[in-house]
């Protein structure tokens, strides 16, 4: 079966190793079927050699969390991300992976008012205890009200996605509320762009990915503004838009794409102004989202604008591999995610720290069903802005 | 919603195996190792057995039969029995990170891959050992002894991936070994399975110990006498200052002679390695670490110790690089700046890839006082065989590391790349040289042992792995060429070829 993946794509892998240690599925199975060199030398087999999709040959490509570390470990270069993907895309397209519910629920994070009410209903009913929230990996309260965004101004855009808005809205406001004491009018994107598309591009949803880029291009396009991200992945794949859809418009638009700690570490000044008397009394540890780290390689900004709010900061020494969340996998494979995400538990138990700062939300959902105290880095920023120095 | 129902559907559904093997020829034997390690440690699946048929060599000759993930010394030893009741060969596996196609598996033996067995057993600070499982990768072990103020001496290139087990079996170098020797100077003690699936400790804690060296002669055999199932390792202090040079010239020649006059001067440094321009154009398009690209060559020196002796050292040495025609030395200003310039160094073979998407490596040694003829003839070679040379090596030790980088996809290229590799080899024995530094000899070089040892020395050779493997079930096929092994047991038997379908 053709893959279509990019020959010079394939070749570039030397098979030397050195992403083994930095592959989460290895470091669990050690087992070279769940190691990005052993995930290309099947893709390879399979588009070269005829080798059949064998039920391994899926599985080997569905373990895959897609972190990318092995992308930042490979010294050849390899764009392994680009090859999951376009073959994630060839085996959906044939129906041999992301089965129909997987796609339906896809589908459902571009209906923004549909997926807002089905989150309260879910929260409704776990209230009631008819929903066995930790056996589906839901984290164990969902919000059944959420605040209203207002948008304060023009200046920049808050992409404030899906899911993330649904569950996690009070951490855009947290965000809207740090970046406004920079002295910037905040616009939260909420209906105009309801999703990313990260999760359709992950499933091998390439035609849903690229209609909702383009969805996106379209409704933040109005002038030049920033686009602002507090997600690590969604901001991964709006800075992807370029590639995905290849023209002009969506590579200028990718451009405009930061995460919000790149913007806010470039205006660190104007932030610090408003610094309270004393930061919060708390020893944190920051930990890196694949996407902000080896996506879009822009994680060193979280310490820098994080570090001055926060009594300590603490780094994890686990060389930043993956907690095992990406994306719906924590839901997917839920026993390598729980496996993978132990080793980040034990990493932060190490650390001395009592509070994790994620600038991820699936992160953040994924280590908090495991006990930690989880907030968004700039959620700790507005709280020490509020706080007037008696944290 | 319907993410949550399916998500719930397929919990509740789980357990069931998607596929199982149907006609297969290892069904019996796969079975048998399934009732005694336990069936989520075997996997018989083409995918599996195709991605441990090879290395990360370019050999791929035979194919594996079932592979095995044992998690204990007692499943290894059933493993190897178990195999021998079927009369099949047994090829142990580490991360798979050997250039000379050691692991890659020829016939259809079983394939047991020892990654699983990754624990540090023990730390015994007074012995100044510490027992660790062969899985345990070699980075990771020097992490672990960090607290400790301890590492692990030896550093192969590979070190982040590559496991002890591995490097206990090729008895690997790397670039730290100038000063502190190669593996086998920190192993002291090996828990061994033989080929009859006895268990036995090789060595002790002991300074002298009685008998026979057995640990010595172990070391290195290539996974050909027995598995390496433990190891006690030495620990090593870690220094007290380290300096890092960084030393460029305008020619090579002038580079390679400064390796020779800073050890004539009596000074041994940790380690001198030795990049030509081209390798540097590689590593700094991945790692950014440094490197000036505009220099013909650079050396890498570092020289650790008391703070005191550090620094006379470092001095010394830029004195020689500069009598010697140095452009320029550099010292690294802090630890990060000596971490990226090592992680560039240590990337370098991968960073091939930058170039061309092929590479076939090279592991010769040469008297330091040839570094610079033999280097000559190597870009010579490669220039008439319509090749790209990169040199990255251990100079300090005149160990050679040319890379042959091709695009195995352009026909003929095969067999430009292999004549070329046999006149490299053939350059280096000419002036005295060994077949292999620190990568081991496994398929690649096998067939050059004889332009270096005469009959009678691999046929002593031959008998001392038969002292520990009389019917050659470990690794069979390996290192001694086919004259001089018992290669031709029925294991060997060409298998089907084919893995898939």
């Known amino acids: 079966m053709r893959l279509g993946l990019d020959d010079d794509e ?7 190793g050195l992403c083994l240690p930095h592959c989460p599925t290895f470091v669990i199975t050690g087992r070279d079927t769940e190691s990005p060199r052993g995930r290309i030398a099947l893709m390879r087999a399979v588009q070269n050699e005829g080798a059949p999709i064998t039920a391994e040959v899926l599985r080997s490509m569905e373990t895959c969390v897609q972190c990318l570390g092995c992308e930042t470990a490979c010294p050849s270069g390899v764009p392994f991300g680009h090859l999951m993907e376009t073959t994630r895309a060839a085996l959906a397209a044939e129906g041999r992976i992301t089965p129909w519910w997987q796609r339906l629920g896809l589908r459902l994070l571009r209906h923004r008012r549909l997926l807002l009410a089905g989150s309260t209903l879910l929260a409704l009913a776990g209230r009631l205890g008819l929903v066995p929230a930790r056996r589906l990996g839901l984290p164990a309260r969902l919000p059944l009200r959420r605040g209203r965004h207002r948008a ?96 002009a418009e969506a590579r200028e638009f990718s451009a405009r794409v930061l995460d919000v700690h790149e913007w806010l570490a470039d205006r660190l000044d104007a932030l610090l102004a408003n610094r309270p008397a004393a930061p919060l009394a708390l020893t944190v540890a920051v930990q890196d989202p694949c996407h902000l780290r080896h996506s879009q390689r822009s994680h060193e900004a979280v310490p820098t604008v994080l570090g001055p709010f926060v009594r300590e900061l603490v780094s994890l020494d686990d060389d930043g591999l993956c907690c095992g969340a990406g994306g719906a996998y ?30 991820n939300p699936g992160c953040s959902l994924h280590l908090a069903a495991a006990g930690l105290d989880v907030r968004h880095p700039l959620e700790l920023v507005a709280q020490a802005l509020d706080s007037d120095g008696d944290s | 919603m319907a993410t949550l129902l399916g998500a719930a559907a397929r919990r509740l559904g789980r357990g069931a195996d998607r596929a199982a093997p149907t006609a297969d020829p290892d069904a019996a034997l796969a079975a048998d190792l399934r009732a005694a390690i336990g069936s989520e440690r075997v996997r018989a699946d083409a995918a599996a057995r195709y991605l441990v048929s090879r290395d990360a060599s370019i050999y791929s000759e035979g194919t594996a039969g079932p592979l095995c993930l044992p998690t204990s010394t007692e499943q290894v030893a059933a493993c190897v029995r178990i195999a021998a009741d079927h009369g099949r060969a047994v090829v142990p596996r580490g991360a798979g990170t050997g250039l000379a196609g050691g692991a890659a598996p020829l016939g259809r033996p079983v394939v047991l891959s020892l990654t699983r067995m990754n624990e540090l057993l023990s730390v015994d600070l007074d012995n100044g050992v510490a027992w660790v499982q062969p899985g345990m990768v070699n980075l990771e072990l020097s992490r672990r002894l960090a607290p400790y103020g301890m590492h692990y001496a030896p550093d192969p290139s590979s070190q982040q991936a590559c496991t002890i087990g591995g490097n206990v079996a090729t008895n690997s170098g790397g670039p730290h070994c100038l000063a502190y020797g190669v593996t086998s100077a920190h192993v002291v003690s090996l828990e061994v399975v033989l080929s009859d699936a006895s268990v036995v400790t090789l060595g002790d804690l002991t300074a002298e110990p009685a008998g ?44 390679a002679a400064t390796v020779g006059a800073i050890i004539a001067d009596g000074i041994v440094p940790a380690a001198i390695e030795m990049l030509d321009q081209r390798c540097v154009g590689a590593i700094e398009d991945f790692a950014r670490a440094g490197y000036p690209r505009d220099a013909a060559a650079v050396l890498l020196v570092e020289v650790d110790g008391p703070p005191g002796g550090v620094a006379v050292a470092a001095d010394r040495v830029a004195e020689i690089a500069a009598a010697n025609g140095a452009v320029s030395v550099r010292a690294a200003a802090d630890d990060d700046e ?66 042959l980088a091709f695009d195995a996809r352009v026909p003929g290229t095969m067999e430009r790349v292999h004549a070329a590799g046999r006149e490299i080899i053939e350059a280096s024995l000419a002036v005295g040289g060994a077949l292999s530094g620190e990568h081991g000899i496994g398929v690649e070089k096998r067939d050059y042992m004889e332009r270096m040892f005469s009959d009678a020395d691999l046929d002593q050779q031959s008998r001392l792995r038969a002292a520990f493997d009389p019917h050659c079930r470990l690794n069979p096929g390996k290192v001694l060429p086919s004259a001089h092994s018992c290669a031709d047991i029925g294991s060997l038997r060409a298998a089907d070829g084919k893995i898939w379908g």
Request: proline share 4%; charged share 20%.
């Open chain 2, 212 to 255: 026979y060296d057995l640990r010595g002669a172990f070391v290195g055999s290539e996974g050909m006498c027995g598995i390496t199932t433990a190891a006690a390792v030495r620990l090593t202090p870690d220094p007290a200052a380290v300096r890092t040079l960084l030393i460029a010239y305008d020619d090579v020649s002038s580079c």
């Open chain 1, 152 to 247: 304060s101004g023009s200046d920049v855009w808050l992409f404030t996605g899906c899911v993330m808005d649904a569950w996690q809205r009070h951490t855009h406001l947290a965000v809207q509320r740090v970046l406004e004491a920079t002295g910037v009018g905040v616009a939260p994107t909420a209906g105009a762009a309801p999703c990313c598309g990260a999760l359709h591009a992950h499933a091998g949803l390439a035609t849903d990915a690229g209609a909702i880029a383009r969805q996106v291009i379209a409704a933040l396009s109005v002038d030049g503004r920033p686009v602002l991200v507090d997600s690590a992945g969604c901001g991964a794949a709006m800075k992807h838009y370029g590639r995905l859809l290849g023209t």
């Open chain 1, 330 to 359: 924590s839901m997917l494979e839920p026993e390598l995610a729980t496996a993978i995400r132990s080793r980040k538990t034990a990493a932060v138990e190490r650390s001395g720290a009592s509070v994790v700062a994620s600038a």
């Open chain 1, 10 to 16: 394939l070749t570039s892998c030397v098979a030397c």
């Open chain 2, 338 to 403: 000596r971490a990226r310039l090592w992680k560039g160094r240590k990337s370098a073979f991968g960073a091939v890839a930058n170039i061309l998407p092929d590479y076939y490596l090279h592991d010769t040694v040469v008297p330091r006082s040839r570094l610079v003829e033999v280097l000559e003839q190597v870009y010579e070679i490669a220039d008439r065989y319509d090749l790209t040379a990169l040199n990255v090596f251990h100079a300090g030790d005149g160990n050679l590391h040319p890379i």
